[in-house]
């Protein structure tokens, strides 16, 4: 009789199959959590810029005006936001923390900025989220 130390194949083969299906359960577990972290994220920027956007108004008297950046944070950083936030949902080309402005209502994202602030609806909205139903989409718009 052989006193071989190791493994055999039969083993090996019986670790890796286990390791597999425990790589089947966790990976899809893991990915779920990942797109439910970004959902909430954007969920909690929306509130807090809404708010934002909101105290802005007010103090412009009753319009968000961005004379010297049309479409840019620029009159909100420093006072009422420390940096342009970045929307987790984002799918589109570029920097996630681009705003555009419009005057169209009705209108909740676009496929060229990652926020879009509607001044006539004065709503903030995040491009590739769905606010009614509050779920990352694949298309910029609601």
Known sequence: MRNCKGFTL?????????LAVLAAVVVPQFS????QA?????????????????????????RYVSHSHPGH?????????KAPPVN?????????????????????????AAWLWNHVDMQICASYF?????QITSVATD
């Open 88 to 112: 987790a949902a984002w799918q589109g080309a570029g920097a996630g923390n681009t705003l555009e402005m419009t005057g169209t209502a009705g209108v909740r994202g676009t496929a060229s």
């Open 73 to 81: 944070w620029h009159p909100l950083i420093g006072r009422h936001i």
């Open 32 to 35: 779920d959590a990942s797109t």
């Open 38 to 62: 970004r959902t909430a994220n954007v969920k909690s920027q929306l509130i807090t810029l809404q708010g934002v956007f909101d105290r802005a108004v007010l103090e412009m008297g009753g």
């Open 130 to 134: 769905h606010e009614a139903n509050g």
């Open 10 to 18: 039969v083993e090996l083969l019986i670790v890796v199959v286990v």
